[in-house]
């Protein structure tokens, strides 16, 4: 889940923050692009090490365990991305306000649907990681 939090992480700040440049981390607050700009890079040096952990983490599994169903990997990960954006979306967005996904007449219904994207990718994560948990305990066929 970490590595799918610190890959969501990056998809938000590389999408949304430099390449559509929708939003900084404290474009609500009227901070100058100089702050902006640090805010940004310490967001992506948090998921940077969220990704390097993660790797770090699922390395040692893979080293001490036999392998698992890629639903094992992509379930958690999923999750961990939907988790990423939920908690995000939550405090950032509507507790903190410190920046909408979106500003503007519309903004509601983009951090709104931010948060049904989270939803979506938090259930789709756990219906994955369940199905390889299902197929993790029936033994194999000989």
């Given amino acids: 889940m970490l590595l799918g939090a610190g890959l969501g992480g990056f998809v938000d700040g590389i999408l949304l923050h430099q390449i559509l440049q929708w939003h900084h981390m404290l474009t609500e607050r009227?901070?100058?692009?100089t702050v902006q700009t640090l805010a940004d890079g310490l967001f992506h040096a948090a998921t940077w090490l969220a990704v390097t952990v993660g790797l770090w983490w699922l390395w040692r599994r893979v080293r001490l365990r036999r392998p698992r169903p890629y639903s094992a990997l992509a379930g958690p990960m999923l999750a961990g991305w939907g988790l990423f954006n939920l908690i995000e979306g939550i405090v950032d967005h509507h507790l903190l306000a410190v920046h909408?996904?979106?500003?503007?007449?519309?903004?509601l219904a983009w951090d709104l649907a931010f948060l049904g994207l989270g939803a979506v990718l938090l259930i789709a994560g756990w219906l994955l990681h369940?199905?390889?948990i299902r197929?993790?305990?029936?033994?194999?066929e000989r």
């Fill in 30 to 33: 009227g901070y100058g692009l």
């Fill in 100 to 107: 909408h996904v979106r500003s503007g007449e519309h903004q």
């Fill in 130 to 132: 369940r199905d390889a």
């Fill in 135 to 140: 197929r993790d305990r029936v033994p194999p």
